[in-house]
């Protein structure tokens, strides 16, 4: 069973970083994909940055400049830092991991940016 262990998050003022990591376990066929997603209240899931496993990860317009997400192959984990955070990155952050026959989110951990 895949399981997936967030942490970082928490309130952080307009103009600081944030730092976000993701260690999947229980893996058993290769990963494909794996990265961050955001949901604001009243707004529907939307991704961050994602981490093609074959290729360079995907960032949202929103963060574009301003995210980076690396990776660990060895620890199946990935790290998303975000720099110069505006109000409206606040969110649930969820880390998305998923391969040919799984497909799993993470818990979710709160980010609330202050202007």
């Known amino acids: 069973q895949v399981q997936l262990a967030e942490s970082g998050g928490g309130l952080v003022q307009a103009g600081g970083s944030l730092r976000l990591s993701c260690v999947a376990s229980?893996?058993?066929?290769?990963?494909?994909?794996m990265g961050w997603y955001r949901q604001a209240p009243g707004n529907q899931r939307e991704v961050v940055a994602l981490?093609?496993?074959?290729?360079?990860?995907d960032y949202a317009g929103s963060v574009k400049g301003r995210a980076t997400i690396s990776r660990e192959y060895e620890r199946n984990a990935v790290t998303l830092q975000v720099n110069n955070l505006k109000p409206e990155d606040t969110g649930v952050y969820y880390c998305r991991v998923a391969g040919i026959i799984y497909n799993d989110w993470g818990q979710g951990t709160q980010v609330t940016v202050s202007s």
């Open positions: 229980g893996i058993t066929y290769s990963i494909k994909y």
């Open positions: 981490f093609n496993f074959g290729g360079e990860p």
